[in-house]
């Protein structure tokens, strides 16, 4: 699964009169002349740690995330979670760092590398390359892995884009492929899911709701589908 980790759906951080671009989305990207170093982090709460369409964990989770962005493109980050894999509770850590190029006022590249380790499944460990474009608030990344989960290879397009409907509210949404090759055997087949969430700021909180659903389910017998409907709360520093 994809934890949102660097490459996060492009949500609107709401700040009237104007939007700023793409908040959780690799970072914040600057003019070259302007552009400062930063770190940031979040603390999240989410109703079940689910992703890809996957429940990693069925219960509440609180979920870290910190990233470092330098001045020239290039980013370092981490995450840590709960969760429940083959009924055992375990830790998740990420590891994450890439570089983002800015092209035009629109249109910024990127590309990177993250590592997923489990505290007590370390079969399920696995390594992603990533590469994808951000145009405009949108966002199309492809993500392949030599060992998913442990597993063979696979291939993930991520797609997301997200629209305001007001100056307190925006709507998210996300679209994912993934496609599993011969090595993992005849009854391999591509994963698809699908979310649409409303968020709103609350100062330094996001609160969002969202609604999503799995074709295919990837994991079978080692976690269960993701709940239909999900809600959770960020704390921003």
């Given at each position: 699964m994809y934890p949102d980790r660097?490459?996060?759906?492009?949500?609107?951080?709401?700040?009237?009169?104007?939007?700023?671009?793409?908040?959780?989305?690799?970072?914040?990207?600057?003019?070259?002349?302007?552009?400062?170093?930063?770190?940031?982090?979040?603390?999240?709460l989410q109703s079940e740690y689910s992703a890809r369409g996957v429940a990693?964990?069925?219960r509440p989770t609180l979920q870290l995330r910190v990233v470092h962005d330098t001045a020239d493109g290039w980013y370092a980050g981490g995450f840590?979670?709960?969760?429940?894999?083959?009924?055992?509770?375990?830790?998740?850590?990420?590891?994450?760092?890439?570089?983002?190029?800015?092209?035009s006022s629109t249109?910024?590249?990127?590309?990177?590398?993250?590592?997923?380790v489990f505290s007590r499944a370390g079969t399920f460990d696995y390594t992603e390359l990533y590469a994808g474009v951000v145009l405009a608030g949108a966002s199309a990344r492809l993500l392949y892995s030599p060992h998913y989960y442990g597993e063979g290879r696979t291939v993930y397009l991520d797609l997301n884009t997200a629209y305001p409907l007001g100056e307190k509210v925006s709507l998210s949404l996300h679209a994912g492929l993934l496609h599993p090759f011969d090595?993992?055997?005849?009854?391999?087949r591509n994963a698809g899911d699908v979310r649409v969430a409303l968020a709103t700021d609350v100062g330094d909180y996001r609160l969002?709701?969202?609604?999503?659903?799995?074709?295919?389910?990837?994991?079978?017998?080692?976690a269960p589908v993701a709940r239909?409907?999900?809600?959770?709360?960020s704390r921003y520093f």
């Open positions: 660097h490459c996060r759906q492009p949500n609107y951080r709401l700040a009237p009169p104007a939007l700023a671009a793409l908040a959780l989305l690799c970072g914040a990207f600057s003019n070259p002349g302007t552009a400062r170093a930063q770190t940031s982090a979040n603390l999240t990693l964990d069925t840590a979670s709960p969760v429940r894999l083959d009924d055992r509770s375990q830790a998740q850590l990420v590891a994450y760092g890439g570089r983002a190029q800015r092209l249109l910024t590249v990127d590309a990177g590398i993250s590592r997923s090595e993992h055997g005849e009854a391999a969002q709701v969202g609604w999503q659903r799995k074709w295919h389910p990837y994991l079978q017998g080692v239909a409907l999900t809600a959770s709360a």
